[in-house]
């Protein structure tokens, strides 16, 4: 424990001590004012951590009991109860005329509340507002705000009067000594500790409040229901909370809407303490022109309107809810009407449970049954409030018959002082006749011993202990009853006034007994709280508004979002979206297409596919990272839309970027049988189930562990019997079976190793082939025949130079004849022939320099695991990158992009066929002397036929502008066009393929 030691060289800067009462020590004040230092014993040792303790403590308690606390009995936080005490005080009652705010709130400012003008004037608003408060407790005049959020115009415009509600359920009886008083602030006056409430207050207008370190929430509920409930406690004390709920069936708010009850209402009530959800009243109708259109009757409570305007154009505005054509608010003074028309075609039902989803039309309603009892904070059930709310009824009640009792024996001991006076009116005429002085004429009164007849049984009828009944009708006065008869008019001397005497002391009498039976009987006090209880309940209680509703469940957007083929489409630029297949019509055969997407110059669609709308879509991004949305999830949008950005849906960081966008397929029993691969651009690889990501959380999951400048190039789905292909930016390649890699349990792991790389190399595309069995001889026979089957295809001898002899049967790249010579002459059968073209892939390589080539995958043999692979083009160190390599389709196009801003596209069939090693031939144009590079490649799949791939009407092998055709062909259409470098080699062969 840390202590503060106050030493003789720190005393003049240091407070004087507190003494053990907390004030500053008084008793060390030197008279004179001198110099002399207080003696060392006066200082005293104070724990930091005490008094750290101990004042924050006050400070909480000060908070929470004398702030934002109700109390469990009027259900009125401090200022609240200030607020209708200084109006009823100052006459601002129900059936009196409206007083200025800014006078209200000055009065109680002034006299009980000393926090600031702004406080109370707030509290004072929410008193008289009808969307804040199920029975307002202040009538207010003015604008005193709106659902809409406007703000209260200031209080020198308003002006206020107490509710009837106030004044005959919470205020009356406060000068009956119902209630505690307190001194005010400033000892000045006096303040109520609690009103005497008649009717449960803290249910019937709810409260919210936060303190330190505890908060109380508690929802309004209808007055009616309420006061029924708290007769029926008070007829059941062990009524049960289902017992309960038959009566209050939940919460009751003051803007209406519906309330999803069941099983989590029940509990908050049990316990104190739950969250429910609450939605607006939507009615479906159907609009002028024939739409269908959602009116919005009621808000969910506790939601302003204008609140939820807002939301409902921002879901609409960033196409996170489509299908919505306008907004309007046709709210009047009356209620709200706010119309949401549909479009045609567009399901109600998955609308309104996407508008459930992301907009304020549906709420949470937090319950927390906290409130002050006996001056500390106590958690209560619904039926704790309702039984702590009868006892302090019955304290009341009780109180208030004790002062009644009270106040009939001393009317009825003036009375009977009087009525001795009238039965002996000449002998107290003369006596006071006869004094010197009223005080003379008092004493003379008192000490005589007076006579009159049936004195006796009025003192029996009165019954009050403090003057007893004597014996005889012989009576003294007491000074009151003295006092009453020098006061006493002389018309009152008359024999009919002792006769109203005589009758009014009878009437006294009674209520003497029937206070003293009340007090004397728990149950006439019930008797009196419960007929109280019932009159409240009938003179103010009002209709439901908030409709409860059954629990129904969490129902599944997914189960009104209809089951439909759509395409997905993925941009380079990272836009997505969503279109129905339907929305593609189809065409003839040859016809031009149709736009995929709306993209910009620099933009083009690099990922397209059809799924199931209900489908699971995985995002994996160059940082490791896998993403999961619901096809549905992605913004719809026409065939010509652009889409949605990705940053928008997924949370992306800096550069990362999405790699890899695949559907997961619906089958439980293919995700089984389905693996993922992964590859990063140093070289590692990874198999993982594709199940272990059947669940992603929306702030993603990590796929792959990445280290230093690691970076994740590839994902891929594949079967155990598929083959591995991988790529590097030196012109290796190395395929190899996917059945060597065993399956990771870890998301966690980093892999093991694909290819070896050389220093500086680095791994460019990861693709997955199907596996061919196949002998190299059989590999070299069916090459060979297959090339000589394209000369004679094409009638172009060039064909035979651009696959000069299979380069010559060098598999890996060393220069070294790998099985040329093993060719038979008779070469390969027909059938074979037919088996091995079925199992053929195209692979397309494209290097920086612009040239690309396709290869039949038989050129790639299957290895081991780990090696450095075959070369894929000329030999390395000529300072040209390979690109990209992955399999293509006859009927796909590619998208080329230099790092000079220039973007090609062109069709996959105007590439040439040509060997391994060979360089290709010219795919994109570059100068000699530029330094603009080929930097990206991306395949467009199915491209059409015609090279209109955009649907313009014009050939896309134009994108540079020039009027030339970028793609192979240029120049007259031979594929060995000179290179322009003036030495006649075959740009297919390459400057001296090997």
Known sequence: MSEHQISPENEENTPPPRTPNGDAGGGN?????????????????????????HSYLDYAMSVIVARALPDVRDGLKPVQRRILYAMKESGYDWNRGFRKSSRIVGEVMSKYHPHGESAIYEALVRLAQDFTMRSMLVEGQGNFGSMDDDPPAAMRYTEARLQRLSSEGLLEDMERDTVDFQSNYDETDEEPLVLPARFPNLLVNGAQGIAVGMATSVPPHNLGEVVAACRACIRDPEISTDDLMKIIPGPDFPTGGALLGGRKLREAYKEGRGTLRARAQVEQETGRNGRDVLVIKEVAPGVSKGLLLDRLAHVVREKIVTGISDIRDESARGGVRVVIELKRGVMPELVLNLLWKHTPMQSHVGINLRAIHKGRPRQFSVREILTTFIAFREEVVARRTAWNLARARARAHVALGLTVAVSNIDAIIALIRGASGPEEARAALMSRVWHASGLRELQTLIADPAHPASESDEYRLSEIQARAILELRLQRLTALERDKLTAEIRE???????????????????????????DIGERFSTPRRTELVEHIGDQSIEDLIQREQVVITLTHGGYVKRVPVASYRAQRRGGKGRNAMSTHDDDFVSTAFVTDSHARLLFFSSRGMAYSLMAWELPEGGAAARGKSLVNLLPLEGDEMITALLPMPSDPDERKETDLLFATNGGSVRRNRLSDFESVKSNGKIAMKLRGDARLIGVATARGGDDVLL???????????????RVFNSRASMGVRGIRLSEGDRVISLAILSHAEATTEERYAYLAESRARRIAANGDAAIEDEAAAIEEGDDDGDGDSDGADVVSADGIDAERYAEMAAGEQMILSLSSDGYGKRTSSYYYPAKGRGGRGVLNGAREGDGVEMVSVFPVLDGDGVMLITDGGRMIRTNVADISIIGRVSRGVRVLRIGEDSDENLVSVTRLAEASADGDSDGDGDSDGDSDGDGDSAAVGEEGGSDGADNGDGDGADDAGGEGDE
Not at 727 to 741: E, I, N, Q, W
Request: zero cysteines; a negative charge; charged letters at 25%.
């Open 29 to 53: 004040i030197i008279p004179n004012g001198g110099d002399t230092p207080p003696p060392a014993s006066s200082h005293a040792q104070i724990s930091l951590e005490e008094e750290m303790r």
């Open 508 to 534: 006294l009498s009674l209520e003497i007994e029937e206070a003293l039976s009340v007090l004397r009987s728990r149950e006439k006090t019930l008797a009196i709280v419960d007929a109280e209880l019932a």
């Open 727 to 741: 790529a590097t930016a030196r012109r290796r390649v190395l395929r190899f079976p996917m059945s060597v890699l």
